[in-house]
């Protein structure tokens, strides 16, 4: 009974709404009226169905055109106002199809994002509904990195079909400065780490709300992989192979390991492409291996030098410790060029034959 008052009630703040939205963009051009009506209709109540594909493209019509700010403003219009998780996630689904759909970058939800309110979102009219507030808060954020990727990469990620795809965006990342696609990198892997927070999903088709939502986090996550296997490529071509770096970067290093750490959770994607993914998996353990190889040749390295440094010092050590002791010679032994102290005092000669009683120079050697 509660589940069909709540479905009941929807359906009447679903057409009041779409009402309102008439009466609002009556002087509105029908374009911007569209938008927001189709808006409304994708984003229903209803936690049976997401969001309504006719409505959605309809929206999607206008990402590159001329009203596109106007199709943003209205998903986010709507994320801002609502308190229900059925209609938020619904509207960032739209939200997310528009990003991907827009060619020009978008800004994200920063600094929009308080205004979104979306950190504090909190359903409680049913239990489904606070299952679902955890999928907005965390969906949200997800949204903001996937934002975020598209401008530090200057275009959204996408799926490249064939391999001559792959190698033209090998070439223009061998363009690349080091530094530079290592930031890239980091910030793909923190896009994975993100994925790896999600909440704890239903099973599957048990909610079709979700199954959109994880539908379109692995389309973006398998876009990503193929963006990272290319940077990892330039990247060890760089710094592992030999002659042109000795020992792995301790940066690529450490993106690798963080990688790794990311494997189980993503592992339930698999079944969309496991072919790719089983190759990126082994280039990111190959590539592990091989760093900390080269890391451990270093560490060997560095610890024989500091060895012979310590070695030579306590040489030097020895050397200052031995005291000065006098030695006597026979007449047997040959000559150097040595000045012989005693006891700060020239060694002087009695020259029965005419000599001074100068200070000489002792020439002797053992």
């Given at each position: 009974?509660?589940?069909?008052?709540?479905?009941?009630?929807?359906?009447?703040?679903?057409?009041?709404?779409?009402?309102?939205?008439?009466?609002?963009?009556?002087?509105?051009?029908?374009?911007?009226?569209?938008?927001?009506?189709?808006?409304?209709?994708?984003?229903?109540?209803?936690?049976?169905?997401?969001?309504?594909?006719?409505?959605?493209?309809?929206?999607?019509?206008?990402?590159?055109?001329?009203?596109?700010?106007?199709?943003?403003?209205?998903?986010?219009?709507?994320?801002?106002?609502?308190?229900?998780?059925?209609?938020?996630?619904?509207?960032?689904?739209?939200?997310?199809?528009?990003?991907?759909?827009?060619?020009?970058?978008?800004?994200?939800?920063?600094?929009?994002?308080?205004?979104?309110?979306?950190?504090?979102?909190?359903?409680?009219?049913?239990?489904?509904?606070?299952?679902?507030?955890?999928?907005?808060?965390?969906?949200?954020?997800?949204?903001?990195?996937?934002?975020?990727?598209?401008?530090?990469?200057?275009?959204?990620?996408?799926?490249?079909?064939?391999?001559?795809?792959?190698?033209?965006?090998?070439?223009?990342?061998?363009?690349?400065?080091?530094g530079y696609i290592m930031r890239q990198t980091d910030s793909l892997v923190c896009f994975f780490e993100h994925i790896c927070t999600r909440p704890e999903s239903?099973?599957?088709?048990?909610?079709?709300?979700?199954?959109?939502?994880?539908?379109?986090?692995?389309?973006?996550?398998?876009?990503?992989?193929?963006?990272?296997?290319?940077?990892?490529?330039?990247?060890?071509?760089?710094?592992?192979?030999?002659?042109?770096?000795?020992?792995?970067?301790?940066?690529?290093?450490?993106?690798?390991?963080?990688?790794?750490?990311?494997?189980?959770?993503?592992?339930?994607?698999?079944?969309?492409?496991?072919?790719?993914?089983?190759?990126?998996?082994?280039?990111?353990?190959?590539?592990?291996?091989?760093?900390?190889?080269?890391?451990?040749?270093?560490?060997?390295?560095?610890?024989?030098?500091?060895?012979?440094v310590k070695d030579d010092e306590e040489m030097v050590e020895l050397a200052g410790s031995v005291q000065t002791e006098w030695v006597t010679f026979d007449d047997?032994?040959?000559?150097?060029?040595?000045?012989?102290?005693?006891?700060?005092?020239?060694?002087?000669?009695?020259?029965?034959?005419?000599?001074?009683?100068e200070s000489v120079w002792l020439s002797l050697c053992t």
């Amino acid at each position: 009974m509660p589940e069909f008052k709540a479905l009941l009630f929807g359906k009447v703040k679903d057409k009041a709404s779409i009402g309102k939205a008439r009466l609002v963009h009556s002087f509105s051009s029908n374009s911007v009226k569209n938008i927001h009506l189709a808006l409304l209709k994708s984003t229903t109540h209803s936690h049976r169905k997401p969001p309504d594909s006719d409505y959605v493209s309809d929206v999607i019509s206008y990402s590159n055109s001329r009203y596109a700010p106007a199709a943003f403003a209205a998903a986010l219009w709507r994320i801002r106002v609502t308190k229900n998780a059925f209609v938020a996630n619904k509207s960032l689904i739209v939200l997310h199809k528009l990003i991907k759909s827009s060619r020009d970058t978008f800004e994200g939800l920063d600094p929009r994002w308080n205004n979104l309110k979306l950190r504090e979102f909190w359903d409680k009219s049913s239990s489904l509904a606070q299952e679902l507030s955890h999928w907005v808060r965390w969906y949200g954020l997800y949204l903001d990195h996937l934002s975020w990727i598209s401008k530090v990469l200057g275009s959204f990620p996408s799926f490249m079909e064939t391999s001559k795809d792959r190698a033209k965006v090998k070439d223009r990342v061998s363009s690349y400065k080091t530094g530079y696609i290592m930031r890239q990198t980091d910030s793909l892997v923190c896009f994975f780490e993100h994925i790896c927070t999600r909440p704890e999903s239903p099973p599957m088709f048990q909610n079709k709300i979700v199954d959109e939502i994880r539908e379109l986090v692995i389309q973006d996550y398998f876009a990503v992989m193929m963006l990272i296997v290319v940077r990892l490529q330039v990247l060890s071509e760089r710094l592992i192979k030999l002659g042109v770096k000795p020992v792995g970067d301790s940066g690529l290093s450490l993106v690798l390991v963080r990688l790794e750490e990311c494997k189980e959770s993503l592992s339930g994607f698999f079944w969309r492409y496991r072919r790719l993914a089983e190759d990126f998996w082994c280039l990111v353990e190959m590539l592990k291996a091989e760093t900390a190889k080269d890391n451990k040749e270093m560490v060997e390295f560095v610890g024989s030098v500091q060895k012979t440094v310590k070695d030579d010092e306590e040489m030097v050590e020895l050397a200052g410790s031995v005291q000065t002791e006098w030695v006597t010679f026979d007449d047997t032994e040959t000559a150097t060029h040595e000045v012989v102290p005693w006891d700060s005092e020239w060694v002087k000669f009695d020259d029965p034959n005419g000599l001074t009683n100068e200070s000489v120079w002792l020439s002797l050697c053992t």
